[in-house]
């Protein structure tokens, strides 16, 4: 079975600092990785995904990520942040034959202070 | 523009009540998922559809149903509310099995008192 676990629960940082959100995931098969957002009060938009190829994934707003196979990781970063990045982040993975069901994690609050 | 849409947004209701939350999408998409958000969970698969007339359980499927009678809609039911059903309900689409983005609706809130 598959789990994702989302490392920090909440990761207050200032207006232009860097930041990373860690993910990891177990899974004994081949995945599909997702990197969601959710805006106060909305629903969840996708920042980026990778299904294959390069590594490192680029998404909007300026945030990328890099899968990790052999640490199973798939850490979320911003070189820097913005006010407007304050929001509620979440890991996903799919396995890849597995229709669209999404496995998420806990979900990290990022907190962008001036 | 095609979306998906939510209904009610928010809604209170009583133990022992069966609810029923809408979810309606324009794109024609044959995938439709229902999904609760808890804190400390994040969002859990409770049913979904890769089609008309084809349903099936997820995660935390106990205590709800759904049907899809038409592309468009996969109401969520639940057929005794519980108090442990409070939560925040979000309803998601994708275009077909291996299509990569999931597009999710706005979300209800349910309150069980």
């Known amino acids: 079975a598959q789990s994702v676990t989302q490392l920090d629960s909440q990761v207050p940082v200032f207006e232009e600092a860097p930041v990373e959100l860690r993910c990891n995931y177990s899974s004994s098969v081949s995945v599909y990785l997702f990197w969601y957002v959710q805006y106060p009060n909305q629903g969840l938009q996708l920042l980026l995904k990778?299904?294959?190829?390069?590594?490192l994934v680029k998404g909007i707003n300026g945030f990328e990520a890099e899968f990790n196979k052999s640490q199973t990781s798939f850490h979320l970063r911003k070189p820097s942040v913005h006010i407007s990045d304050t929001a509620e982040y979440f890991c996903?993975?799919?396995?890849?034959?597995?229709?669209?069901?999404?496995?998420f994690g806990q979900g990290t609050e990022l907190s962008v202070k001036p | 523009d095609a979306e998906i849409t939510q209904s009610p947004r928010h809604k209170i209701t009583e133990t022992g009540r069966q609810v029923t939350l809408a979810c309606h999408q324009t794109w024609n998409h044959n995938n439709m998922f229902w999904y609760r958000q808890d804190l400390g969970h994040g969002l859990r698969l409770i049913h979904y559809?890769?089609?008309?007339?084809?349903?099936n359980k997820g995660e935390v499927s106990d205590g709800y149903s759904v049907s899809r009678s038409n592309t468009e809609d996969l109401p969520l039911t639940l057929e005794s509310a519980a108090s442990s059903q409070t939560s925040v309900y979000f309803c998601?689409?994708?275009?077909?099995?291996?299509?990569?983005?999931?597009?999710f609706g706005p979300g209800t809130r349910l309150l069980v008192l």
């Open positions: 990778y299904l294959s190829g390069s590594t």
């Open positions: 559809s890769y089609g008309v007339q084809d349903t």
């Open positions: 998601a689409s994708s275009e077909f099995v291996g299509s990569e983005t999931q597009y």
């Open positions: 996903a993975v799919r396995h890849y034959n597995q229709g669209g069901k999404l496995i």
